[in-house]
């Protein structure tokens, strides 16, 4: 059994750290130590057990910093339980659908190759106008992005429940 597990992510306005929050909830309630934390702030993966990291989704790429941690730290993960997630896919219905089965930036693909997760998976987003900069609220009325919060918390939670069950058994 994993004893520390590591949930980390990268988020630009909030809206993915909860989403890694509910993931780090479920894992604790299943008796799992964890620690949450901005992958700027996660130190190294060697001091886990195992590793849950995931990122907010902008044009196709992770948050800088969560994608640089995974290939600073792509070594260590080969060697223990990692499972991804990107979240940012706004509209209703499955978000691989949405996405055509994208499931991560292609620069991060070595790594993902070397490191072998256990899982990848692909959330729902939230689209806060009232957050989003000049630019940003540009580029969403030009592409006519859905406004709202597309995260399926049940999905998200199943998801957390499935690594728990892994790392327990």
């Not at 130590?33 to 044009?59: F, H, I, N, T």
């Not at 969560?66 to 730290?73: D, G, H, K, Q, T």
């Not at 978000?95 to 790594?111: F, S």
């Amino acid at each position: 059994m994993a004893e520390k597990v590591l949930v980390a992510y990268g988020s630009k306005y909030g809206a993915t750290a909860e989403l890694a929050g509910r993931i780090a909830q479920a894992l604790e309630q299943a008796g799992l130590v964890v620690a949450l934390k901005p992958a700027g702030q996660a130190g190294r993966a060697a001091d886990y057990d195992a590793v849950v990291l995931g990122s907010a989704v902008y044009m196709g790429q992770w948050q800088k910093e969560a994608a640089a941690w995974l290939e600073a730290n792509r070594a260590d993960l080969a060697g223990r339980p990692t499972w991804l997630f990107s979240s940012g896919p706004t509209g209703p219905g499955d978000p691989e659908v949405l996405l055509e089965d994208w499931r991560l930036p292609e620069k991060l693909k070595p790594a993902v190759e070397q490191i072998q997760p256990r899982g990848v998976a692909v959330f729902g987003g939230k689209m806060d106008p009232a957050k989003l900069n000049f630019f940003e609220k540009l580029v969403l009325k030009m592409i006519k992005a859905p406004v709202g919060d597309f995260r399926d918390w049940a999905r998200i939670e199943a998801w957390a429940a499935g690594i728990a069950g892994e790392l327990r058994g």
